[in-house]
Structures are given as structure tokens and as C-alpha cells.
């Protein structure tokens, strides 16, 4: 399990995060697939797939523990370039039909897909990552408080950088990446206001690759970098690799995201330039919905929310050149405490 920074990282625990859980209900259009004993758990990437060292590998890493601790078996499901919401479907009711529960959809651009699957196989428990938006009995909408772990990389990179210059790439310019960006430009400019912010966002859509472009992300650092920046902090799901590659090949700080990408083995080589990286708790959201069908047989239900609170957000400590800075653990550990109890509200957009 990955560390993360003065907050605890048992995962996204059940009772923390205060859920819903309802027995669902069966349909004429349930098949067998929908009921009797769980082949295991079905999971479905997003855009980036396996291998993006980010947020696709840590669903993995959790549907991994599930597998292990649970003795379920398992089947995991690459996506297509330029794939359709119907393609979508058809995977989602493959791993349902197949006998897999629960099944989860890893990404927002899922919601369409889990929402029409779900109402189809009732019995089956359905979780989607960042989105909200379904209201549904046998669906958990797993979120996180991004912004809040941003607001730390932000600090972070403002009590780093020796030019007082920094910058922020998103993958795609949609709401959901201007969380990032919100709660890092708040926090940066907590600690000095007129810090020099770089912002950038790859493309417009995730068509269109910004999620899964490694060329794409290190054009933008590289360009991010040339104009001054010293510390770089990604949320572009594998285009980051990018951003991490021109940090060590310029020798300044990168902030990676979602996984701890100081200790993923594909990004050794540029480990000693990964400062930190803004954590959410994907790999336990995974694990925790997996635990509460295969295991307590309570499946979760509803919004299920990681914050700082319950260790759902927060950022990695691996790097010693960052845990053994006391002053910017004193800094970080003051905003955490201020974020926890209220005294700080961190923007969303």
C-alpha cells in the first residue's frame, strides 16, 4: 500500500465514508450472469489502460489485493482507441453477463455505460470512479476531494521552487482537471500570492488523447520548463510519463498523480526528479467495494467520497528529499489540519 503524508492509508473505509448500502431487487432483463456465486471481480480502464503508472494501475493495484485477499479470481478489460459509449456497454455487460461482481467502470467517461448496464442486471453491483451522477440502488459512485491533495502539491511546489516559478499541465480541459488545478494554484499562492503559475491543458477531449499522449505531455513541460518553471505538477493520466521525463531531463521537480510515481518500477529512471505525488485512493475504493460484495456481502451503494479525513486523498512521502524537509512537512501539516477542520476551503474551479 502506497504512503501518503501525515494521513493514515488503510484505504476508503466503509463506515469513514458514511454510505448507503441497499439490497437490490431483480428484473426480466438479469441473466444468470447476475446472480448465484461472483467469478471474481470484472474491471474496466480508462482511457490510458493498464500500464499508465497513474490512475488506471491504481484500480489495478486494488483489484490485485482483492483478488489476493479475498480468493476471487478476476478479469480486467483494456479500452479502445476512439471507442464509443456502445463499446462501453458491451464491456460492461460482458463482465456482468460473465458472472463478475462487482463490476467497475474506471473513469467518468463510464457514466452512461454503468448507468443503462446496472439498471439491466440489478443484482449485480456496479461501482464507477469520478462520477456522481447515477442514482442508482446497485451502483457506487466513487469520488475523491482532488482539489484537497492539490492544495498540498501546491504548497509543495511553492515552498520548492528557487525561481519562484512553477507550473500545472491537466490532461483534458474538462471540470473534473480543473479541480486539480483550483486547489494547486490556492495552494501555491497561500504560501507567496504572487508566485508565477504556467497552466496548461492538453486537448480539449479525451478523444483526443490528452490522457494517453506521453509525447504530448513532455512538449508541454518542456515548454512549461523553457519558460522558467522549476517545479511541474501533472494530472494527465499517462500523457504525464511525459511531463515526468522533460522534469529529469532538465533536471527540476515533477509532482506526479494519483499513484505514488516515485516508487512505480516503469519510472525509476526518473525517480530521483518525482518530488511527490497528489494522491486518491483509487486502488482502495476498488478494493473496499470488492470487499463489501465478495466478502460482507453488504454491497456499497451510493456516493462513496475520499477525502483527507478518511485517507481517501493525500500525498506520497516516498521521496526523502521531500518526507525529511521539515519545514514543508511543518507547512503541510498545518494546511492539512486547517483543511480537516474547516478553516481553509479549497476551490473546486
Not at 448465484?36 to 480508462?46: E, F, P, R
Not at 463510464?110 to 442514482?135: E, L, R
Request: charged share 20%; aromatic share 6%; proline share 3%.
Amino acid at each position: 500500500m502506497r504512503r501518503v503524508s501525515r494521513i493514515a492509508v488503510a484505504g476508503v473505509a466503509t463506515a469513514a465514508l458514511a454510505v448507503t448500502v441497499s439490497a437490490c431487487g431483480s428484473s426480466s432483463g438479469e441473466s444468470a450472469g447476475g446472480s448465484g456465486k461472483s467469478k471474481g471481480i470484472g474491471l474496466a480502464y480508462d482511457v490510458g489502460g493498464k500500464g499508465d503508472q497513474s490512475f488506471n494501475d491504481a484500480a489495478y493495484a486494488g483489484f490485485q489485493k482483492a483478488e489476493k485477499d479475498f480468493g476471487v479470481g478476476g478479469r480486467d478489460i483494456e479500452p479502445q482507441d476512439g471507442e464509443s459509449d456502445a463499446d462501453k456497454v458491451q464491456r460492461l455487460e460482458t463482465l456482468a453477463k460473465s458472472g463478475y461482481n462487482p463490476v467497475i467502470g474506471v473513469g467518468f467517461a463510464y457514466a452512461p455505460a454503468v448507468k443503462q448496464v446496472a439498471a439491466k442486471y440489478p443484482k449485480v453491483s456496479f461501482g464507477i470512479i469520478d462520477d456522481n451522477t447515477i442514482q442508482l440502488k446497485n451502483v457506487a459512485d466513487m469520488v475523491f476531494h482532488e482539489e484537497q491533495a492539490s492544495y498540498l502539491a501546491g504548497i509543495t511546489a511553492a515552498k520548492t521552487t528557487k525561481k519562484n516559478h512553477i507550473g500545472f499541465i491537466g490532461g483534458v480541459d474538462i471540470p473534473l482537471i480543473h479541480k486539480f488545478e483550483a486547489g494547486f494554484v490556492q495552494g501555491a499562492r497561500s504560501v507567496d500570492p504572487k508566485i508565477k503559475i504556467e497552466s496548461q491543458y492538453l486537448t480539449q477531449t479525451p478523444a483526443e488523447g490528452g490522457f494517453s499522449s506521453p509525447d504530448k505531455g513532455e512538449n508541454a513541460a518542456n515548454g512549461q520548463i523553457d519558460a522558467g518553471a522549476d517545479v511541474v505538477y501533472h494530472a494527465a493520466g499517462l500523457s504525464g510519463q511525459g511531463v515526468i521525463k522533460a522534469a529529469a531531463a532538465h533536471k527540476v521537480w515533477a509532482i506526479g498523480v494519483d499513484s505514488d510515481q516515485y516508487a512505480q518500477g516503469a519510472l525509476s529512471a526518473y525517480k530521483n526528479s518525482i518530488l511527490t505525488s497528489a494522491l486518491k485512493n483509487v486502488s482502495g475504493a476498488v478494493y473496499e467495494l470488492a470487499k463489501s460484495v465478495v466478502k460482507d456481502k453488504k454491497p456499497l451503494s451510493g456516493e462513496v467520497r475520499g477525502s483527507l479525513d478518511n485517507g481517501g486523498v493525500g500525498l506520497a512521502d516516498s521521496n526523502p528529499v521531500f518526507k525529511n524537509d521539515a519545514d514543508l512537512q511543518a507547512a503541510l501539516k498545518k494546511a492539512e489540519q486547517g483543511i480537516k477542520d474547516g478553516t481553509i476551503t479549497v476551490k473546486t474551479s
